[in-house]
């Protein structure tokens, strides 16, 4: 009936050795609190384009692939999933992915999201969009992934609730303070926790932490770097009238059957210009 996640909120660095040390050390803290997941911001191993990254040209690639691996060694030990994000390099001459890489707690690499929704200098400078949505089981618990700008896109976050997840895993490098109000936003309307991770630097605008089905903050990481160990609680009474009530009435609603079931053929109904 419950699940704890550490949603995570590292200082992102231009260096993939500094980067891989910073998720190692949250995945032990995440892991001493409790937490059967770990979360981590957009682009985060690799360093995200633009801010960190200025080209690919020369990138080495070889190196964040150890790091890779050196987490997943790690996640495997403590037993512990990892969501974490990081560029995903292709064939020469094609760009990398932004992408979430799906650790087991076996320390298996076992899926990985790629970005689908790319900004317009993303994709016409430094990625290669994806075009698959992504979904995990942990414990019961199915969760959902999306990846910044996306947030822009109602229909990413529809296409989850249709796919059953109980959490979406939203991580960005945030560019405005209007974003966690749309991440709060989409919780509420498809009454599912979301788990929104960012970089430290960003926190000026708005912290990481765990939203709740209702679309209230649950969990707070605060201002600086850290993590918030949150809980995915289907017992919590707070939470019952959006999990038992309005997501499924939600759910009859789209389907239109409710309401095509009650269409009448009435004059003063198909006549809208009278009083």
């Not at 992102?12 to 891989?20: H, V, Y």
């Not at 650790?103 to 900004?119: N, T």
């Not at 919780?187 to 926190?203: D, F, G, K």
Request: charge should be negative; aromatic fraction near 10%.
């Amino acid at each position: 009936m419950s699940l704890a996640i550490a949603t995570c909120q590292p200082t992102a660095s231009t260096d993939p050795r500094a980067n891989g040390a910073e998720v190692r050390r949250m995945l032990r803290e995440a892991s001493a609190a409790g937490a059967r997941l770990a979360h981590f911001p957009e682009g985060f191993l690799s360093g995200y384009a633009v801010e960190d990254v200025a080209s690919w040209d020369g990138f080495d690639w070889a190196l964040v692939r150890s790091e890779l691996e050196d987490v997943a060694a790690l996640a495997g030990e403590l037993g512990i999933w990892v969501v974490l994000g990081s560029a995903h390099p292709l064939t020469e001459p094609h760009w990398p992915h932004n992408s979430l890489y799906v650790i087991s707690e076996e320390g298996r690499l076992v899926d990985r999201y790629d970005k689908r929704k790319c900004s317009h200098t993303e994709v016409t400078r430094f990625y290669t969009p994806g075009f698959e949505p992504v979904v995990l089981d942990v414990e019961g618990f199915r969760f959902g992934m999306a990846i910044c700008i996306e947030i822009n896109f109602s229909d990413v976050f529809a296409e989850y609730d249709r796919l059953g997840v109980d959490c979406l895993l939203l991580s960005a490098y945030p560019v405005d303070s209007i974003f966690a109000t749309k991440a709060r936003a989409y919780a509420a309307i498809h009454s599912y926790w979301l788990s929104l991770s960012v970089p430290a630097q960003t926190t000026h605008l708005f912290h990481s932490g765990l939203i709740g089905p209702d679309g209230e903050v649950l969990a707070d990481a605060g201002g600086e770097s850290g993590l918030v160990v949150g809980t995915l609680d289907r017992a919590d009474p707070a939470l019952r009238g959006a999990l038992e009530f309005a997501r499924p009435w939600r759910a009859m609603a789209r389907a239109g059957d409710i309401y095509n079931d009650r269409r009448v053929t009435d004059e003063r109904s198909r006549v809208r210009t009278e009083f």
